[in-house]
């Protein structure tokens, strides 16, 4: 009886699991918002309100239970689920919408205003007979957003400018979200102009990075999607913004000089954090003079201003981790409705759209420890004690040149004011002659400094060090030298142990 009722079970959570593998992350969080919204009746979704603004988002478990986006607190309401309606004296939305034309859609799911410059467009004409169409509507506010002089040319050439600014929202078939799928374009009605999709795994789809507000509202002749942004058509990669852009000329010196001409340009989806002139201004000049004239540091720098995939604004309601190009994570968060890196709001200007993905441009430089020097590695950091002590003995010439060199740098807190302070030879016992990585070090190895004496790594279960000193932290690896954070000076060795012995009275 019991292995009777096994198999039943079995095959309906295996149903259940496979459903829910195969939904978009859209379909996952819209299902998430049905369930938190269930008790207040039949096919009413819960929602995320931004308060004091009119961004709503449905929730995912994390958002639902911290209440906040980007840092800003929301408040819940409860809504008719795409494709539903209120019915008076009832609960909840029992009634599925009319099925109508898409002309009338648009009027039914709110977007009057993508509706009114239908008419007046003429475009109601096509879009009221048979076919098969994807209308990208945006909302009212996002109509009434659009600079004054920008909307003015659409309505003041309404057979022309504001036709063609419609047909690039539409797709000449019925596309679903489940049809949405991430980094994929669609050739919009509009001189087959790309529009392009990227559907996020915590469910945020945008388009030309728009946000899709509400999904899939069926009609007789299409299928309705809500955006928040009014597109426009792109026509250029990556690179042809970036050369036609005034504020990214020493960008354009840059990539040019480092060959990443081809990839900024070739097929693909990619974010290009873009510093502006004003960012490379920030640096030292013997900084920015440095790297423009080493190829290599050079594309680590701007390797490290790329994402690997498109990244929209409107996608990013809290922190997540993005690798770029040279490797590194950038901790890509919001703070408000600013976009930031590292913690830092220094992105000036979002969601520029390119034929090969989008550009945020950067008024800050994010430049990799693989295009620092020696020096460059350890300002501003654990051990910018131990760094100004080199460079206060003269030493600076080392650190800032291209020898391959590891520094044994003690970490601040080993230095108190009764620490003496170690002379020029002691800091020279802290420089090895050759660049190293602390996976690679052995028990027993010997490394010579640039004072000639010979330092022993000593490798323990848990501890890696040289001499009596043990490395403090991961290594760090600039363009030349790798810097090694160690808890305190090293002291190399004095002798053998009868050297020792003879060497101290109490032993005679």
Sequence with gaps: MRSGLLLPLALALWVSVSWAATRTPYQQILHHSRLRGRHQGPNVCAVLKLMGTNQKYLPNCKMWYHRKICGKSTMITYECCPGYE???????????????????????????????????????????????????APTNEAWASLPAEMLDSLVSNVNIELLNALRYHMVNKRVLTDDLKHGTTLPSMYQNIDVQIHHYPNGIVTVNCARLLEADHHATNGVVHLIDKVISTTTNSILQIVELEDTLETLR??????????????????????????????????????ILGDPEALKDLLSNHILKTAMCAEAIIAGLSMETLEGNMLDVGCNGDELTLNGRPIIANKDVIATNGVIHFVNELLIPDSAKTLLELGQDSDVSKAMDLFRRAGLSSHLTGNERLTVLAPINSFFTDQTPTPGRNVLRDHIIKEQLSSKYLFHGQKLETLSGKQLRVFVYRNTLCIENACIAAHDKRGRFGTLFSMEKLVTPPLGTVMDVLKADDRFR
Excluded: H, M, W
């Design 86 to 136: 209120e019915v008076p004296g009832e609960k909840g939305c029992p009634a599925a919408l009319p099925l109508s034309n898409l002309y009338e859609t648009l009027g039914i799911v709110g977007a009057s205003t993508t509706q009114l410059y239908s008419a007046s467009s003429n475009l109601s004409a096509e879009i009221t007979g048979p076919g098969s169409y994807t209308i990208f």
């Design 253 to 290: 010196t840059a990539v040019a000089a480092a060959g990443l001409d081809s990839l900024l340009e070739s097929e693909g989806q990619f974010t290009l954090l873009a510093p502006t002139n004003e960012a490379f201004k920030k640096i030292p000049p013997e900084t920015l003079t440095r």
